[in-house]
């Protein structure tokens, strides 16, 4: 299922009351958003065709296949990977506070999982601000190989992006700029109920996409027991 937004004057002129508004403050999109990644609820019109998974709307083209990461067990979609022969592009959204930087809360996380696996993660100042390149060794086959990955964090409107790439474009900054404009391209649909803050936004799988087993670049969730 494609979607796209026809027109700006399709919007709302006004924001629509919802439960959680006493959150209070507004919104911290904007700023570096401005340019994408999206909320879907302020989708410009840039003629950009997206597959809509739910949480996610994602825009493809013809060198990255998309596919999903489901869960064996359960049958749910736990994330979205863009894939290519230079490395892959992991998309998860979560449920965010409305004035929080959940973001800089899961970012010592992410390192101290590293450090505990027996890899490295150093912080960097990028496209959104601070990311995590990080380094893991791991078993392939009978023998081992370093696993370059960047965590990316985007805090939006009650919503966090939490991009992953793996492979060259983790480390390859210049490679990566074109995989940052398909960063740039999503838009989330976070939804107008409350949700706990860290709780994955639910993605759909569409007729035609390609499960796969495991994550491109196991992370700690976040998920402190708060509502947002």
């Given at each position: 299922m494609k979607f796209r937004r026809k027109?700006?004057?399709?919007?709302?002129?006004?924001?629509q009351t919802t439960p959680d508004e006493a959150d209070g403050g507004e919104s911290p999109s904007g700023g570096a958003l401005a340019g994408g990644p999206f909320d879907a609820d302020e989708l410009p019109d840039d003629g950009v065709e997206r597959v809509d998974l739910g949480a996610l709307l994602i825009a493809t083209d013809e060198k990255r296949s998309l596919r999903m990461q489901v869960d064996e067990r359960t049958g749910e979609v736990q994330a979205v990977l863009l894939a290519a022969p230079e490395g892959a592009l992991e998309l998860r959204a979560f449920a965010a506070p409305r004035n929080g930087d959940l973001w800089s809360e899961l970012r010592p996380q992410i390192a101290a999982d590293m450090a505990r696996r027996g890899g490295t993660a150093t912080e960097r100042e990028g496209r959104w601000g601070t990311e995590l390149v990080c380094q893991l060794t791991v078993k392939r086959g009978e023998g081992t190989v370093t696993q370059p990955s960047r965590f990316i964090g985007i805090n939006g409107s009650r919503w966090m992006l939490r991009?992953?790439?793996?492979?060259?474009?983790?480390?390859?900054?210049?490679?990566?700029?074109?995989?940052e404009d398909a960063i740039a391209r999503v838009a989330?649909?976070?939804?107008?109920?409350?949700?706990?803050?860290?709780?994955?936004?639910?993605?759909k799988l569409p007729e035609g996409a390609k499960p796969v087993s495991g994550a491109a670049a196991p992370a700690p969730q976040p998920g402190a027991p708060r509502q947002a």
């Open positions: 027109s700006s004057e399709s919007a709302p002129e006004t924001a991009a992953t790439l793996v492979g060259r474009p983790a480390i390859d900054f210049e490679l990566g700029e074109s995989w989330v649909r976070r939804g107008s109920g409350p949700r706990p803050v860290g709780d994955p936004l639910p993605v």
